[in-house]
């Protein structure tokens, strides 16, 4: 069965400088990718997808992830990030042969951006 | 915007005492996911729906039952709520793109549920 590992739980970094949330799923088969955003007290917001075609997305506010089939990884970067990208991110993969829409969701990263 | 709602948005009940959650949505999509979200667990899919009256069980079903009579609502019940049951619980929609694939999914916003 598919699994989802975010391989860091907390995330310290000062605002302004680079980083890099991890994520790595089980299965090399076909599969969309996904990382969701969640702010204090709300629901998940959709920050990029990976269907297919370029391996490199990216998310409208500054965040990119590249896809790498080799290594079944899908990391989200960010060259410099703000007071505002505080929050918790997950990683979400979908290898879904029945078309349930099903996602299976990392424990989560909370980056926590310092001033 | 994806048009859900959720409600309660906070409930506090005790062991043993039936709860419903409601989700409603807008937009007459229709696949709907009910997910539980734990520290250190992520998020993990309770049930889902493909339709009125068509459900069915995901990762984590044991002590809920759902329920979808409206393409709008899809409810989920705790028959007799235990403490481990304590979380908070999300709802979300997702519909088919133009080849009839499902991606990705839009969330409600949460309802925190703690049971004493």
């Known amino acids: 069965a598919q699994s989802v590992t975010q391989l860091d739980s907390q995330v310290p970094v000062f605002e302004e400088a680079p980083v890099e949330l991890r994520c790595n799923y089980s299965s090399s088969v076909s599969v969309y990718l996904f990382w969701y955003v969640q702010y204090p007290n709300q629901g998940l917001q959709l920050l990029l997808k990976?269907?297919?075609?370029?391996?490199l997305v990216e998310s409208i506010n500054g965040f990119e992830a590249e896809f790498n089939k080799s290594q079944t990884s899908f990391h989200l970067r960010k060259p410099s990030v703000h007071i505002s990208d505080t929050a918790e991110y997950f990683c979400a993969v979908s290898d879904d042969p029945g078309n349930t829409g099903k996602l299976i969701f990392g424990q989560g990263t909370t980056l926590q951006v310092k001033p | 915007d994806a048009g859900i709602t959720q409600s309660p948005r906070h409930k506090v009940t005790e062991t043993g005492t039936p709860v419903t959650l409601r989700c409603h949505q807008t937009?007459?999509?229709?696949?709907m996911y009910w997910y539980r979200q734990d520290p250190g667990h992520g998020l993990r899919l309770i049930h889902y729906s493909y339709g009125v009256k068509d459900t069915d069980k995901g990762e984590v079903s044991d002590g809920y039952s759902v329920s979808r009579s409206k393409t709008e609502d899809f409810l989920l019940t705790l028959e007799s709520a235990t403490s481990s049951q304590t979380s908070v619980y999300f709802c979300?929609?997702?519909?088919?793109?133009?080849?009839?694939?499902?991606?990705?999914?839009?969330f409600g916003p949460g309802t925190r549920l703690t049971v004493t």
């Open positions: 979300a929609i997702s519909e088919p793109s133009g080849t009839g694939r499902l991606y990705e999914q839009y």
């Open positions: 990976y269907l297919s075609g370029s391996t």
């Open positions: 937009e007459n999509h229709r696949y």
